[in-house]
């Protein structure tokens, strides 16, 4: 069982980079120097430096390697319709590298405007339509007992570093990025609040600049089964690290910093594709379902605003209609707190 229906495309390489035109490497390099100048964060630089390489690597193999601020609507069209038709890209993989595109035209018409030779540059790859955005990824909505039968063959396996991965994703909604950045402090015990939460130290979550967003996050008590099979593994195997997720590099254990290739494995468990994100839609449709109140939610995932629940909470209204609604018409709800989940 593969992951969600993503088509990927191998297009660049150290040697296809080696071709683009010298102007436009320099042009890159500048614009990416200013991104960090302005405190984008080393993911989006890198994102932005991965977006602008297909680009300009396609313009080399199929635009005679013209210089970008010379390329015109219909040379950006036709870039457009070899990602769609030929690359098989979906609409949200175009808008991201064209959106990438758009950022670099904006540098140079407002920043660089003073230059021989961008003095009269003006952007054009807005006026390029994109095609319809439409959802082409299969979504997989987990239910708790499919989250509780990925974590019982994870342990029967003897997975243990990836049963606790699931584990943290699933009783607590972090980000993958977040997750990554736990340590096996957070969850002592001195750590619990409220007999059941586990309250780490501020971490980087999404959010602009090199800090991004600094919160706290909260892993109910869960989690402990499968952190102490983790922590008896690590200490008969000599790991030390303070990081929850490490891997062996040369002799050493050290931080993992990526997790992406566990995903085939947990989708055969499951037996339809798994996403880590998965997850954190799952906690939050549980919440949801155990009639939490929005706002001990939106605390509970630190987001800003109650909105995020309605994007995450995968249940149907219509299917709870039983809930509210019986022969005698409208059921009274009782409040509950997170402590009775």
Excluded at 60 to 79: G, L, P
Excluded at 95 to 124: C, F, H, P, T
Excluded at 227 to 238: F, H, I
Excluded at 321 to 330: L, S
Aim: some cysteine; aromatic content about 12%.
């Amino acid at each position: 069982m593969k992951g969600r229906l993503t088509v990927y495309n191998k297009i660049t390489d150290e040697e296809k980079i080696k071709k683009i035109n010298p102007e436009n490497v320099q042009l890159v390099g500048d614009f990416l120097d200013y991104l960090a100048s302005i405190d984008r964060s080393p993911q989006t630089i890198e994102g932005y430096r991965n977006d602008l390489e297909i680009f300009f690597v396609w313009n080399e193999e199929a635009n005679a390697n013209k210089e970008f601020i010379k390329i015109t609507k219909r040379e950006f069209a036709r870039f457009q319709n070899h990602a769609l038709n030929e690359w098989k890209w979906s609409s949200s993989r175009i808008r991201r590298v064209k959106s990438a595109i758009s950022s670099l035209s904006n540098y140079i018409e407002n920043m660089l405007d003073e230059e021989k030779g961008y003095e009269d540059y003006r952007s054009v790859i807005r006026k390029i339509e994109s095609p319809a955005n439409e959802a082409v990824r299969e979504k997989t909505i987990l239910s708790p007992d499919e989250v509780q039968h990925l974590l019982d063959v994870l342990v029967e396996n003897k997975k243990y570093q990836k049963a606790v991965c699931v584990a943290i994703l699933a009783y607590s909604g972090m980000r993958r990025a977040e997750l990554l950045q736990m340590k096996m402090e957070y969850f002592e015990p001195d750590r619990l609040e409220f007999g059941c939460l586990y309250k780490t130290d501020k971490v980087r979550a999404k959010g602009r600049g090199v800090r991004g967003k600094q919160i706290n996050k909260y892993v109910m008590n869960k989690v402990d089964p499968y952190m102490d099979l983790w922590r008896k593994e690590r200490e008969e195997n000599g790991i030390d690290s303070e990081y929850v997720f490490v891997t062996n590099c040369n002799g050493e254990w050290v931080r993992r910093t990526n997790i992406n290739h566990w995903k085939e494995e947990l989708s055969d468990i499951i037996g339809k594709p798994f996403y880590f994100h998965a997850l954190r839609h799952a906690l939050c449709t549980e919440l949801c379902q155990k009639n939490i109140p929005a706002e001990v939610i939106r605390e509970f995932f630190q987001w800003q605003s109650v909105d995020m629940i309605t994007h995450y909470n995968d249940a149907s209204a219509a299917d709870d209609f039983g809930k509210y609604f019986n022969e005698d018409g409208i059921i009274e709800q009782t409040t509950k707190s997170i402590t009775d989940i």
